[in-house]
């Protein structure tokens, strides 16, 4: 198992920056998958990048260039670095662990708003 908390959303203006976290507990966080999903409103859920165990990294059309995401494996971290943003990338962020162990395991954590605005 392993359980997530998101911190570091939060009001930015248009071409300013942010960053997310993400706190992982759980014997299982080097060998998940970890990701970055968000959600705005009236649309649906959609990936924004994730990290393999290995670092293996991909991002969603959308925010490549602008967006970074990393692990600290020895912190049990990951974070989601965000520059250059726009109003369109208003959404709640959710945090998401993927692993199989034996059998495959899925978190989410609670989400943390992003509003860009003027």
């Known amino acids: 198992q392993v359980q997530l908390v998101e911190s570091g959303g939060g009001l930015v203006q248009p071409g300013g920056s942010l960053r997310l976290s993400c706190a992982a507990s759980?014997?299982?966080?080097?060998?998940?998958?970890m990701g970055w999903y968000r959600q705005a409103p009236g649309k649906q859920r959609e990936l924004v990048a994730d990290i393999t165990s290995g670092g293996s990294t991909n991002y969603a059309d959308a925010v490549k260039g602008r967006f970074t995401i990393s692990r600290d494996n020895a912190k049990n971290m990951v974070y989601l670095q965000m520059n250059s943003l726009e109003p369109e990338d208003t959404a709640v962020y959710y945090c998401n662990a993927r692993a199989i162990v034996g059998r495959f395991i899925e978190a989410w954590g609670q989400g943390t708003l992003v509003t860009v605005s003027s």
């Open positions: 759980g014997s299982i966080f080097r060998l998940s998958t």
